[in-house]
T-cell receptor
């Protein structure tokens, strides 16, 4: 069974640009969540989607948005990038009834 | 609001020695507790979880943790570490056993020396 797949793995952007990150959950998993990991703030919850609906959102500005498609794949978008958005963005999926989140390897974003 | 404190940012230890990574949490409601491990350039992998029942939880790779409600702690232990255990370890809490909204501690870097 393939794990959680995130693309791209690495990317470099400049301030003011926008970026879209993609996440394909484990087959059969309908719940997807996103986390931001930085050296200063650690791991912080961004948002959670289930069956194309956002169920929870963390304390991030509106520049951070996401969506989930009918095949459970998810994307997150960050607009008007700032230097502080440089981070590892982790996607996780969860099967129904289980408490375990399965994480992808992340997308490392560098903003110059 | 919940919070998680991992008391040690780095723990150096010699191979085959025992180790304990400390985690304390605060929450106004019942919580579910998790330990994750992150190897370099990888995502997080679940080591173990406490949802209910026995307070001593056994996980993968020989790790175990004990839930102590009175001390609001969930310390991770391993009786004998290997070089391959060198990684970052994260303690996390959730208000729901089936929710994705985890609050993580700041992490503890375990460095196993030969």
């Amino acid at each position: 069974k393939a794990g959680v797949t995130q693309t791209p793995r690495y990317l470099i952007k400049t301030r003011g640009q926008q970026v879209t990150l993609s996440c394909s959950p484990i087959s059969g998993h309908r719940s997807v969540s996103w986390y931001q990991q930085t050296p200063g703030q650690g791991l912080q919850f961004l948002f959670e989607y289930f069956s194309e609906t956002q169920r929870n959102k963390g304390n991030f500005p509106g520049r951070f948005s996401g969506r989930q498609f009918s095949n459970s794949r998810s994307e997150m978008n960050v607009s008007t990038l700032e230097l502080g958005d440089s981070a590892l963005y982790l996607c996780a999926s969860r099967g129904q009834g289980t408490g375990e989140l399965f994480f992808g390897e992340g997308s490392r974003l560098t903003v110059l | 609001a919940q919070s998680v404190t991992q008391l040690d940012s780095q723990v150096p230890v010699f191979e085959e020695a025992p180790v304990e990574l400390r985690c304390n949490y605060s929450s106004s409601v019942s919580v579910y507790l998790f330990w994750y491990v992150q190897y370099p350039n990888q995502g997080l992998q679940l080591l173990l979880k406490y949802l209910s029942g026995s307070t001593l939880v056994k996980g993968i790779n020989g790790f175990e943790a004990e839930f102590n409600k009175s001390q609001t702690s969930f310390h991770l232990r391993k009786p004998s570490v290997h070089i391959s255990d060198t990684a970052e370890y994260f303690c996390a809490v959730s208000e729901s056993h089936a929710g994705n909204m985890l609050t993580f501690g700041g992490g503890t870097r375990l460095m196993v020396k030969p």
